[in-house]
DNA sequence: TTTT
DNA sequence: TTTT
């Protein structure tokens, strides 16, 4: 019992976010995403790119799909899953994918039009949740 | 716009969560949490042990005054927050926090009797949103 | 260019580490990682473990063959990278890995006889480069 | 013993960074790192800014003093670290600051110039050390 | 004091 | 398949 699953990522989308409503009206996103490192060996600039598989549940994937595309740099923070299935041959197989937990774009305006974006999974947490009302009084918890 | 805050903590609790219950029946809890790190210098070991503020909000103090005693050893995420208040002379003094956002008792089960506890802000996560019913089919997002 | 890839695990050994020489000499170690969460599904406690195979490098590989064993609590900190290979019946697969780049044993004392162990990879960073020898000065960077 | 002390943040440099050199030739860099998140609060957008002291040493200090400026996108990464020192009219003080062990810069190319920077603590890892010359065989540790 |  |  007892454990922590925690990714943390900064990323390209390779793709615009591919969107799916299973049986019950559950809507699930996905889409890949590239994290490089760059690293020299002897002198040369060697740029390493992994690709990740990103999905999102619910609240966030109707806000992915709305706010994410192909190109954008975002933050995202999810668990790892690791999943069978059958592929056509019905030869199974696993795949590791991120289940993220929210994510932040990040970079310029400009870069995401109007509208900035920050998803946070299931019910929105009510932020106001961390504004502390004694903030500026001598009466502290420490 | 778009910023990341994120603290990540495994540690001791120093002292047993201090309840308060505020105006408008918010409670906040509050303890010292000392993560150590050992290093060798000159042959000797040295250890090094850090104290963090750690504050909490709400339904997580509520479950953090049930399940997090003294020596309890716990992993916990949260965010940064300076806060500035006057002290008993009226000096003005800061403080840095770390807001949990949830957090997660480890160690061994005899550590903490028949209850695991973790904490999740507000109102708890469905877990299930993360159980996907397609995952023993073929059909899947990637 | 400029991205980020971690992950952050705590959880248990599901095996002792199994060790191997490369040519070259080179150390590789690794091992499966059992991270499990609990919720409440209709009122009932439902365990839900993931297993992550850690793959560890040279001297943080002989670290860990020293000190980990199935069973042991650990905080662990890498990369995720996924890599193709070939089965016996040479078809084309894929795996997902958390390369690990530190790690540290949790848990009591007495879960580890005497030596408690953190491990960081290639050349051990001295750790007094963090002492600031002008802590109890005035002379402040800020 | 055994704990996790990290802090993992994403914002802007609110100055450049200020070098200093301590007797012995260590260097010591520091800057102002602004986090900012947005809310909504009775249907207005709330900002809410952190403010972050950042510290780096020696090689990492000298890669910081480089390549970060004002107003930079980073993602920095490190530990809490609280101490204590006499203000000019001797009154002890506490400041909370964050000594960074690695940095990214994030953002466009344009952003930066010419050079993308990551800086690493003390002796560079050498990042070939995650090669794995067994990559595109059978003969896998799994 | 940053950024959007 | 992204980005620099």
Known sequence: MSGINKVILVGHLGKDPEVRHLDGGVTVASFPLATSETYNKDGKRIEQTEWHNIVLWRGLAEVASKYLQKGKLVYIEGKLRTRS??????????????????????????????????????????????????????????
Do not use: C, H, M
């Open 85 to 142: 299935f059958e592929d056509k041959e019905r030869v199974k197989k696993y795949v590791t994918e991120v289940v993220a937990e929210n994510f932040t774009i990040l970079g310029r305006k400009s870069d995401f039009e109007q509208t900035p974006a920050t998803g946070e999974n299931s019910t929105p947490k009510s932020e106001t949740d961390y504004i502390d009302p004694t903030d500026a009084s001598g009466d502290l918890p420490f």
